[in-house]
């Protein structure tokens, strides 16, 4: 079974930084693209950075220049350095991937899906 494991969320005063990581892990065939996405209270989830595999990065406007995503495929996970923090930051952050697990690989499905983590909390203020 495949599972997203979120970590490095927190409370944070603006202008700090964090650092979240997101494991992948369980029977993976591959991994296209894996993501950030959050959600403040009362609006909709939104794409914060995206990176595909061979390390393409795209980011929402709001963040380009204070954070910056990266991946590790060898582990299967992937980050997101926010810099510069500020209160509108405030969310829970979501790592979501396009993926393939290898037990749906083997029962002839070769496109991946969508994959969630459960979330974590991010605070920016003073």
């Known amino acids: 079974q495949v599972q997203l494991v979120e970590s490095g969320g927190g409370l944070v005063q603006p202008g700090g930084s964090l650092r979240l990581s997101c494991a992948a892990s369980?029977?993976?065939?591959?991994?296209?693209?894996m993501g950030w996405y959050r959600q403040a209270p009362g609006k909709e989830r939104e794409l914060v950075a995206a990176i595909t595999s061979d390390g393409s990065a795209n980011y929402a406007d709001s963040v380009k220049g204070r954070f910056t995503i990266s991946r590790d495929n060898a582990k299967n996970t992937a980050y997101l350095q926010m810099n510069n923090l500020k209160p509108e930051d405030t969310a829970v952050y979501f790592c979501?991937?396009?993926?393939?697990?290898?037990?749906?690989?083997?029962?002839?499905?070769?496109?991946?899906?969508?994959?969630w983590g459960q979330g974590t909390q991010v605070t920016v203020s003073s």
């Open positions: 369980g029977s993976i065939f591959s991994i296209t693209a």
């Open positions: 979501n991937a396009d993926l393939l697990a290898r037990d749906e690989y083997w029962s002839g499905r070769y496109t991946p899906r969508d994959y």
